[in-house]
């Protein structure tokens, strides 16, 4: 008797790794690249790529693996240059951001057949954020919002292929525009910048940042540090203006693109105290007690500096950045759950409900019930 065998063919996970590794050249790193493909076989794993950077001394391997573990003993055995990070990506999310998710194919191939190629994969992102749709058809009507918002996302994508960008992620309220040079993404922020402005955008209350970083810093997810931080930027740089992360102002400063640009730049330190300020915020935002003493204590800073520099750097007040920073939480609280009134307040660090509901009213122009209703009927 015949049996029909039936086999049932799971696709394994994608990992990306990462190695930091002093004085790395590219050559090595593709004859590296060469042995693991000799290896791959025995733990199960298909190298799909990598990219190397012999500037900043980092190599991201691209890996199809049953799991992490298959990715390390592979390295270790083909040439025991372990890797620092293993993360768990999506194919699709990689080649978003980095434009491929196997080699290039305009890679040197050596006469010993070596393939070489020097691709770092450091970033510059574009980040454009705006108002929240349901608010904007609140304040505008929905015919408006909808026209603004699309001829909006039709600006933003028109001039990418000009300037050499990606659409990296378009979530509902930002876009994420992926560059592999600085002076581009620059040049892109200025044009849209200023097509915003002449097709009457500034209802939509844009606003637009730019800062670089590499696919795996801290956050497991991929870009996840420079995303956040672009989104930190946004949330305190003024509308319509463009906010520049101190990593890539050093990138651009040589260039005269800057001269005349009205933008809000960052040093190096200022950017760390910010880095340092958000980071407390997104620790304590539901602590009801988090106030100017506690960052004061967390940042290690005397109380009358640091309010200084929070006035400087943000143009809020403490008690203003602490009060609308909940209120943003809020929102994606009741986005996220459809929470009551009374949850969402204390959950966010609100102390009663009346006072929570008069903060919404002020900063968004409606009551946090009619948000509600607003979202379930979106």
Not at 146 to 151: E, Q, R, S
Not at 311 to 316: C, D, F, P, V
Not at 328 to 339: P, S, V
Request: charged residues 25%.
């Amino acid at each position: 008797m015949d049996i029909e065998q039936k086999y049932i063919f799971v696709a394994m996970p994608i990992y990306m790794d990462v190695h930091i590794v002093p004085g790395v050249k590219a050559k090595d790193v593709a004859d590296a690249h060469r042995k693991d493909l000799l290896h791959q076989d025995a733990h199960a794993c298909k190298c799909m790529t990598y990219w190397i950077d012999e500037e900043r001394e980092n190599i991201f391997c691209l890996i199809d693996a049953p799991n992490k573990e298959a990715v390390v003993e592979m390295h270790n055995n083909a040439h025991g240059m372990v890797p620092n990070r293993v993360v768990e990506v999506s194919s699709n999310i990689v080649e978003s951001f980095l434009g491929r998710i196997y080699d290039p194919e305009n890679a040197e191939l050596l006469d010993d057949g070596l393939k070489v190629f020097h691709d770092p994969s450091y970033r510059i992102l574009v980040m454009v954020a705006y108002e929240d749709p349901i608010l904007l058809k609140h304040k505008l009507g929905n015919d408006k919002a909808v026209t603004l918002l699309l001829k909006q996302q039709q600006v933003i994508r028109k001039h990418l292929i000009n300037h050499g960008g990606r659409e990296a992620e378009h979530e509902h309220t930002d876009f994420i525009l992926s560059f592999t040079s600085a002076a581009k993404a620059l040049d892109y922020a200025i044009a849209i910048l200023n097509e915003f402005n002449q097709a009457g955008l500034r209802e939509t209350g844009y606003r637009i940042a730019l800062h670089g970083g590499e696919p795996l810093e801290y956050s497991n997810l991929l870009f996840g540090d420079t995303i956040l931080f672009a989104q930190q930027l946004c949330f305190i740089s003024g509308e319509h203006k463009i906010a520049i992360s101190g990593s890539v102002k050093c990138l651009v400063e040589k260039d005269h693109k800057l001269k005349g640009l009205q933008y809000q730049g960052f040093s190096p330190q200022d950017e760390t105290l910010l880095r340092g300020l958000f980071d407390n915020l997104e620790k304590y935002w539901q602590d009801a007690n988090l106030d100017i003493d506690l960052f004061s204590r967390e940042m290690a800073m005397s109380k009358s500096k640091l309010y200084r520099k929070i006035i400087s750097l943000t143009g809020l007040s403490p008690n203003i950045l602490i009060k609308d920073y909940r209120l943003m939480k809020a929102k994606a609280l009741m986005k996220k759950q459809h929470y009551n009134i009374a949850q969402v307040t204390f959950d966010s660090g609100f102390t009663s409900p009346s006072y929570f509901t008069k903060c919404f009213k002020q900063k968004f122009g409606l009551l946090p019930m009619a948000y509600l209703e607003l979202l379930g009927q979106s």
